[in-house]
């Protein structure tokens, strides 16, 4: 895990997700979430991709893994 950077900046709570040198998602925390959204996005750059919201960074950490194990199990 790194922090993701765009264009020079890195942004609080924003975070690139590397799986064996490549990147295979990404987890940041949104600050202003909408209504009664969970705080945590997550999203995966695997095919397919998935995305999400969850309550903590830990469950955003771990739906990304399962995602990356599932999509790798299936490329034999």
Do not use: C, Q
């Amino acid at each position: 895990m790194r922090k993701t950077v765009i264009g020079g900046e890195v942004r609080e709570d924003d975070w690139v997700i590397v799986w064996n040198g490549r990147s295979v998602g990404r987890i940041s925390l949104d600050a202003f979430p909408y209504n009664d959204a969970k705080s945590w996005t997550w999203a995966t750059w695997v095919h397919p991709a998935e995305h999400g919201r969850v309550d903590t960074m830990e469950e955003a950490r771990e739906k990304v893994r399962k995602v990356v194990l599932r999509v790798l199990a299936n490329e034999d």
